[in-house]
């Protein structure tokens, strides 16, 4: 089992920026792939990022390419997302995954996570 709960979530005028945290607990958090998704009122849950073990890979959806920065801390069981240039767009519930060793498939895919954290709001206004 492992638990995963986040952090840093708010309320911010778009532009601005805020940072995500995502603590983990009860399992070997270095060992596995790491994700961010978000899901927005009456839409599905869509990939964010992923991040491999090491860190040495890593995908954005093309939505945040080039605004967000995923990244970990496996020293601190730790998972980041630096948001910035925030638009009204990015408002939703932000929820971190661990999956397994590495993705069997695809990184954006839903079930290549087994853990979910219970989401931290965010809303960005205009």
């Known amino acids: 089992q492992v638990q995963l709960v986040e952090s840093g979530g708010g309320v911010v005028q778009a532009g601005g920026s805020l940072r995500l945290s995502c603590a983990a607990s009860?399992?070997?958090?270095?060992?596995?792939?790491l994700g961010w998704f978000r899901q927005a009122p009456g839409e599905e849950r869509e990939f964010v990022a992923a991040i491999s073990s090491s860190g040495a890979t890593i995908y954005y959806a093309d939505s945040v390419k080039g605004r967000f920065t995923i990244s970990r801390d496996n020293a601190k069981n730790t998972l980041y997302l630096q948001m910035n240039s925030l638009k009204a767009e990015d408002t939703a519930v932000y929820y971190c995954a661990v999956g397994g060793p590495f993705w069997r498939k695809k990184a954006p895919m839903l079930d290549e996570y087994d853990y979910w954290g219970q989401g931290t709001q965010v809303t960005v206004s205009s």
């Open positions: 009860g399992r070997t958090f270095r060992s596995f792939v």
